[in-house]
């Protein structure tokens, strides 16, 4: 059949329009490397499948991740770095713990802060918001950060008991800063090992003991090495699940992409609130399961104002005089702003720590 001449230009014309729309859609559509050095069970890791699937369905696709778990792409203390270097996008990581000399003011969020979870991450992410120092951290060298969502309180499984604060005397005890520095003052001697190697390390005696969030230990399988656990001297609330996107990859970005990942980053953090709490409340029915297994310990008030006597204090000067040395902010006051911010989302706090929710359903064991 001949095609008209008109046919043919009609044809063309469409072609050409379709080709170009096709180009615009490529042009448009972004790839981000998403990295971390945890796996995908833990709460952190739901808030960020949730903040990554948020993306893409309100970008319609024209965003997609590239997910790289369980430190398969890079490990702790290379997750920030890497995203100056453009090794990766976005990052899930702990620099207060995995890169201590290039963010010192990162570890505001001391030992013995506070034990409620959901007022501690409100703090930190209005400090990060209100403080152009603290925010000018990260920023400085590549990190804008997008979310910091909590990781449960601290809690220890070891292979013997710890009821009192002269028990952690000679531990070896897998912890990072700033809670090594912590355990440090009490006689112990924290080993610095990455989450998975710390648990491998459990397992084989290189420690004692293994410190962490409440969930994320038991989800790690520490309590099946260590069967003893406790609220490790009621330390609290000590490190926050970061997520930074590079400075750089989000500038060049368009103005729409951009706004979609600002607006699911807000709401991102009342949703890992939510995985925490609910992440916290199944390991407690988990440990019930178990319960004739294992022997819990909670910290009391009069051991952990011994504890509070030996460590709080020093805790504290050290970082202000850490801050000043190193930086040009005013350490004192950074703290005295978080900690009554952390003091202000106290009064309205819903979170009970997990071997707290223990004992109350399913008693000491």
């Not at 369905?57 to 997910?67: D, M, P, T, V």
């Not at 990455?194 to 969030?213: I, K, N, S």
């Amino acid at each position: 059949m001949q095609i008209s001449a008109l046919g043919r230009a009609t044809r063309i014309a469409i072609a050409t329009v379709a080709l170009a729309f096709g180009t615009t859609n490529a042009a448009a559509a972004e790839k981000f490397v998403y990295a971390t050095y945890f796996s995908d069970v833990y709460s952190a890791s739901k808030t960020d499948l949730w903040f990554m699937g948020e993306i893409e369905k309100r970008s319609g696709g024209e965003i997609k991740f590239e997910k790289f778990w369980n430190q398969s792409l890079m490990k702790g203390a290379e997750l920030f770095p890497a995203l100056r270097s453009g090794a990766a996008d976005v990052v899930n990581g702990a620099p207060s713990g995995y890169n201590v000399r290039e963010y010192p003011l990162a570890n505001v969020l001391l030992p013995l802060t506070s034990q409620k979870a959901d007022a501690v991450a409100l703090a930190w992410n209005k400090l990060y918001a209100e403080n152009k120092d603290f925010r000018n951290e990260f920023e400085s060298k590549g990190a804008k950060v997008l979310y910091a969502g909590p990781w449960a309180e601290n809690s220890v499984w070891s292979t013997k008991a710890l009821v009192k604060a002269q028990d952690y005397k000679g531990l070896r005890i897998r912890a990072v800063p700033p809670i090594s520095e912590a355990y440090s003052a009490l006689g112990s001697t924290p080993v610095a090992l990455t989450w998975p190697d710390g648990l491998e390390g459990l397992q084989r005696g290189v420690v004692d003991a293994m410190t962490g969030p409440f969930d994320s230990t038991v989800l790690g399988g520490a309590h099946e090495v260590g069967q003893y656990g406790s609220d490790g001297g009621g330390f609290g609330i000590y490190a926050m699940a970061v997520v930074a996107i590079s400075v750089d990859r989000y500038n060049r970005l368009s103005e729409r992409h951009r706004k979609i990942i600002d607006d699911v980053s807000a709401e991102t953090l009342q949703m890992s609130l939510k995985f925490n709490d609910q992440s916290v409340g199944a390991v407690v029915d988990r440990l019930c399961g178990m319960k004739d297994k294992l022997k819990i310990a909670v910290t009391s008030e009069e051991e952990l104002e011994k504890i509070r006597m030996v460590a709080v204090s020093p805790l504290q000067e050290a970082w202000v005089k850490r801050v000043k040395s190193e930086t040009k902010a005013d350490g004192a006051a950074m703290l005295d702003q978080f900690l009554s911010y952390v003091r202000e989302f106290e009064k309205t706090s819903t979170y009970v720590p997990g071997f707290k929710r223990y004992l109350q359903k399913c008693g000491r064991s």
